[in-house]
C-alpha cells in the first residue's frame, strides 16, 4: 500500500445534508522502496489521476445541462435549492463545526461503529442519488412497447379539512427499474467496498450536487469559493484535524482509482483519491456561468468553456504540487483562483463584468411563476401600491413574456378606482 497522504480533505454539510470530504491519496515512493512496499509505475499513476479528472470532469458538464433543464421542467414548488449570499457566507462555519465534530466522535467513539451507521446512511442516500441519476439516461434504453405505468405515493395527517400532505410522490415503472438497479449496486457496495460500486455513488452524488444546488448570482459563488478557500487552506496546514478524518471517514464521498490497475487487474488496492467536494463546489459555480451564457442568448458558451478550463487547469497544477513537494495540498488553494480568475478576466476583456455581476440565477423563472423584481411598499392606496409592483424601465430583472394571468387582472382592478369615487367623479362633472 502506498503511504496515505491527504492531499483535498474537506468535510462539509451541505443544505441536503450530505457529507463531502476531498482526500487524495499520493504514492510515497521513497516510503516504499525503504519498506519494501509496492511501487507504482509511472504508468499506473498517470492512469489513475488521469482518470480521476476524467470522472471529475463528467459530473459537471452533465449535471451543468442538467441545471438548466430542471429548472425549465419543473413548476415552481420543485424548484432547486438556491444558495444565497448568506447561506454562502455561513457556509465554512457549519463545514468547519461538522469537520471537528466528526474528528471527536472519531476521538471518543470506535470507528468501526461509526462507520457502520454512515455506511447504512450512505446506503440509503446513494440508491436514491444514483436512481434519479440513471432515470433520464434509462429512458432511451427501454422500447417503445414497454408498460409504463404511473404510481404515486401519498402520505397525508389528519382528515377532512384539516387534512394535509406529508408525502406526495409520483414515480413511474421506469423509476421502479431504476431504483432496482442502484439497491443492487449498493448491496455489491455494503458487502464487498469495491472501487467500482464506490465510485457509481460518488458519482450520482458529484452530479446531484450540481444539478440541483443553484448559486444565485456571481458574487454569492465568489462569497461561497472565497470563504472555502480560506476554510481549505486552514484545516489542511493549520490542524490535523483533516488528516485524522480523511484516514478515518468510510462512506462514498470520494472517486477512487487503483494505481495498480496494470499489475493487479480489478483486485488492485493502491487507490489514488479526489474527494466530491472539490467536485461539487467548483462544479455549482461552473453551472451558474452556463446559465449566464444562456441567459445571453448569443448562442456562445464562452464563460462555460473558460470556467471548465480553469477547473482543469487547477485540478492539474493539484497534482503536480502534490507529486512535487509530497505534502498535503488543499485544492480549493488552486481551484478557487482558476475558476474566479478566468471568467472575470474574460469578462473584463468583453466589456460584460457588470452584467455578469447583476445576473440574477433566480430571476430565470418559469412562465407561469410571477416574480417581482423588488418589493413593494405596503402603505399607500391600492393604486400606487399597484404602481410600485410594476418593473422599472432600469430594472436589471429578467422575466419571461408571460399571457395575461389572474396576477396581472389583479393588478388591473387595483388600478381602477372604486365604484364609489367613480361615481363621485361623474357627479361632479
Known amino acids: ?161 384539516s387534512k394535509e400532505e406529508i408525502v406526495n410522490y409520483e414515480f413511474d415503472t421506469k423509476d421502479l427499474v431504476c431504483l432496482c438497479v442502484s439497491t443492487v449496486i449498493g448491496i455489491w457496495y455494503i458487502l464487498k467496498k469495491h472501487w467500482i460500486a464506490n465510485n457509481l455513488f460518488g458519482l450520482a452524488f458529484a452530479l446531484n450536487g450540481v444539478e440541483l ?14 470563504g472555502l478557500f480560506v476554510y481549505d487552506v486552514f484545516w489542511v496546514f493549520g490542524t490535523n484535524v483533516m488528516v485524522t478524518v480523511a484516514k478515518s471517514f468510510e462512506a462514498p464521498i470520494k472517486l477512487v482509482f487503483p494505481q495498480d490497475l496494470l499489475e493487479r487487474g480489478l483486485d488492485a488496492n493502491n487507490f489514488a483519491m479526489l474527494g466530491l467536494g472539490d467536485i461539487v463546489i467548483p462544479g455549482i459555480f461552473i453551472a451558474l456561468l452556463l446559465r449566464f451564457d444562456v441567459s445571453l442568448k448569443k448562442n456562445t458558451r464562452t464563460y462555460f468553456y473558460t470556467s471548465f478550463l480553469a477547473y482543469v487547469f487547477g485540478l492539474g497544477l493539484t497534482i503536480f504540487v502534490m507529486h512535487t513537494f509530497k505534502h498535503a495540498q488543499p485544492a480549493l488553494l488552486y481551484l478557487v483562483p482558476a475558476c474566479i480568475g478566468f471568467p472575470v478576466v474574460v469578462a473584463l476583456v468583453k466589456g460584460e463584468l457588470t452584467e455578469m455581476f447583476s445576473y440574477e440565477s433566480s430571476a430565470e423563472v418559469l412562465p407561469h411563476t410571477p416574480r417581482l423584481c423588488h418589493f413593494p411598499s405596503v402603505s399607500g392606496s391600492p393604486a400606487s401600491l ?44
Not at 476524467?54 to 413548476?75: C, E, Q, T, V
Not at 429578467?398 to 367623479?425: F, G, I, N, V
Open 1 to 161: 500500500m502506498a503511504e496515505v497522504n491527504p492531499v483535498l480533505d474537506f468535510p462539509d454539510q451541505t443544505p441536503s445534508h450530505d457529507i463531502l470530504m476531498n482526500d487524495t491519496v499520493s504514492n510515497g515512493t521513497e516510503s516504499n522502496n525503504a519498506t519494501g512496499k509496492f511501487v507504482p509505475t509511472p504508468e499506473g499513476t498517470a492512469l489513475a489521476y488521469g482518470s480521476l479528472v476524467f470522472m471529475a470532469l463528467l459530473p459537471i458538464i452533465f449535471g451543468a445541462l442538467r441545471s438548466i433543464s430542471f429548472a425549465k421542467s419543473k413548476n415552481s414548488s420543485d424548484m432547486p435549492e438556491t444558495i444565497t449570499s448568506r447561506d454562502a457566507a455561513r457556509f465554512p462555519l457549519i463545514a468547519s463545526c461538522t469537520l471537528f465534530g466528526l474528528y471527536l466522535f472519531f476521538k471518543v467513539f470506535s470507528e468501526e461503529y461509526i462507520n457502520l451507521l454512515l455506511s447504512v446512511y450512505f446506503f440509503i442516500l446513494g440508491i436514491l442519488a444514483l436512481s434519479h441519476t440513471m432515470s433520464p439516461f434509462m429512458t432511451g434504453v427501454f422500447p417503445a412497447n414497454f408498460p409504463n405505468k404511473q404510481y404515486q405515493f401519498l402520505f397525508t395527517q389528519g382528515s377532512g379539512e
Open 386 to 429: 399597484a404602481g410600485s409592483m410594476q418593473p422599472s424601465p432600469a430594472s436589471t430583472c429578467r422575466r419571461r413574456h408571460t399571457p395575461t394571468s389572474m396576477y396581472e387582472e389583479s393588478l388591473s382592478k387595483m388600478e381602477a378606482p372604486p365604484p364609489q369615487e367613480a361615481d363621485s367623479e361623474k357627479k361632479e362633472k
Open 213 to 226: 444546488l443553484h448559486l444565485n448570482n456571481v458574487s454569492t459563488g465568489c462569497i461561497l469559493l472565497a
